[in-house]
């Protein structure tokens, strides 16, 4: 009786042994395909003119989107930190338009803008951290996604004071304060110029305590409603 309690016990650690292992295993193949760097928080934009209905995966992971038209925003999605692969395909295709290498700080926000034509696609890694808004304040950048338009600055309707000036096309200037507003009007001009060349098609309400994105996309010298340049706006 002894001796088969003895076998009985030896059997059972030597079971929970090799569970223990096979377990250990499972988790090191799970970090090794998703490491546990933490993870990121970004939001997708598209802002590719013309280009029709888009989906979009970090890695193998592709959304599950109903739709995603142009001037769209996916809100923020939690992505794995590290080095990742950003990629964008034809809406329910596996017609890859860009791939590319992104890296992604843990806790950090971002945003991803989806720019140009379809045959000179590109995918814009923008970071959003900015300080917090002081008292009945916004914090307000620019995003120049517009290929054709060269350095914009950005402007209050009827201010002559620039909230941004000089931005390059795939680059955002940093978050500036501004005071709070309802029913404003946001237009784009050239770096340095006084024409103006597009103005939000509705009126804004900046809400105190709120960050917002301005962003130029469509193309200056396109008349077509589908191409023309525009100012859109998102707030985080």
């Not at 295709?93 to 696609?121: A, C, E, G, H, Q």
Request: aromatic share 10%; charged share 20%.
């Amino acid at each position: 009786m002894k001796t088969y309690r003895l076998r009985f016990n030896l059997g059972v650690i030597t079971l929970l042994g090799l569970l223990a292992i096979s377990s250990c295993k499972k988790m090191l193949e799970a970090e090794s395909e998703y490491p546990q760097n933490g993870v990121a928080s970004v939001s997708v934009v598209h802002a590719a003119p013309a280009t029709g209905s888009l989906d979009f995966a970090f890695d193998k992971n592709r959304p599950n989107l109903n739709f995603f038209n142009y001037t769209d925003r996916v809100n923020y999605l939690n992505a794995f930190a590290g080095t990742r692969t950003f990629a964008v395909f034809r809406r329910g295709t596996s017609d890859t338009l860009v791939r590319k290498t992104i890296s992604l700080v843990p806790t950090k926000n971002y945003t991803i803008f989806i720019v140009d034509t379809l045959r000179k696609m590109d995918a814009v890694l923008i970071r959003d951290s900015s300080r917090a808004p002081g008292a009945d304040s916004v914090r307000i950048r620019l995003a120049n996604m517009s290929p054709d338009a060269g350095n914009l600055d950005l402007y209050l309707e009827g201010s002559d004071t620039p909230i941004a000036t000089n931005i390059a096309y795939k680059t955002a200037a940093e978050f500036v304060s501004l005071k709070a507003a309802n029913n404003v009007a946001l237009e784009v001009r050239q770096a340095g110029q006084s024409a103006i060349l597009a103005k939000s098609s509705v009126k804004l309400n900046l809400l105190n305590g709120n960050y917002y994105t301005v962003w130029a996309t469509g193309f200056k010298g396109i008349a077509t409603d589908d191409g023309k340049l525009r100012v859109e706006s998102f707030w985080h």
